[in-house]
């Protein structure tokens, strides 16, 4: 499959996967432009490493499984023909990693998420975004170590904003992978 058709097709997924196209789309539609690739990626899954001690850690991950989109970069996670309900993507003009979930924002002045990983937690601010779902996004610079901490966890946790169910998402290639790609990109 000619390059530019196979980059056409991942940008249209993303697109599509992030609910900022106004057709019915889904994960699915994501996860059938990512079969639709060359398999080039050869990491392998990360060690357990979590922390029994802290309990945004342990139970059970919130239901979904990972996708990763070539072309501008994203890791999408959420149930199988659904919208993605936690995403990650670069914003290479100002080297972040976006990290964007499914939440309301009951206070825009006060709302934050946090991050736990097995190696600690970060908060962060977060602003809603437009779409037929309630999201909230925020960046981390790609200097920052803690974008290491989440690509390298075998499972990390994000709570908030306030009123928000926690999702326990388990790590995994797709997030390695877009950080390695989202770092290439930026520098």
Known sequence: MPKRLILSL???ALVAACGNNETDTTLEN??????AQ??????????????VDDTLLTGAYSEGEWVYKAGDPAALYGP???????SLWCDTEVNELIVQRAAEVVDPDTAEITIVTPEGSRKYYVQSTDG?????TTGI???????????????FAVSGP???ETLRLPGGPEVVRLVQACRRSAY
Do not use: K
């Open 141 to 155: 610079s790609l200097e920052d170590m803690f974008v290491d901490d989440i690509a390298q966890a075998a499972r």
């Open 38 to 51: 060359d398999a080039e990626s050869a990491i392998e899954d990360t060690p357990d490493n979590i922390s």
């Open 162 to 164: 306030d009123g928000s």
């Open 10 to 12: 991942g940008l249209v």
């Open 80 to 86: 199988p023909s659904t919208d993605a309900i936690f």
């Open 30 to 35: 994501a996860r059938q432009a990512e079969q």
């Open 132 to 136: 037929p779902m309630p999201l909230v």
